[in-house]
């Protein structure tokens, strides 16, 4: 009777030890891959501030290209273009108005 006693004891302990060890591994991995994913979280947030800025050193150059002032000597000097003198307007009336 002791012996039934004691294995039963003792394989309700193998199965509680079991059922601890479960729970201290699942712990221990969830735990793993929340530190994982914070380092991964870290990356892509460094990743946006340097596509952020990227997009600003962007907008700024588009900005400084998109300058009427530049535009108008890189279209006289690249492409000849010259003001119109006074004689070459043509004037068009609209009559009945």
Known sequence: MKTKKKQSISGIFVLIAF?????LFTYSSLNLKNIDYGYKMQKLLQAQKKLKEE???LRAKKATLLNLERV???VMKELGYRYPEAEQFIKIFEIGK
């Open 55 to 57: 997009i600003d050193k």
């Open 19 to 23: 059922f601890v060890f479960i729970l």
């Open 72 to 74: 108008e000597k890189v």
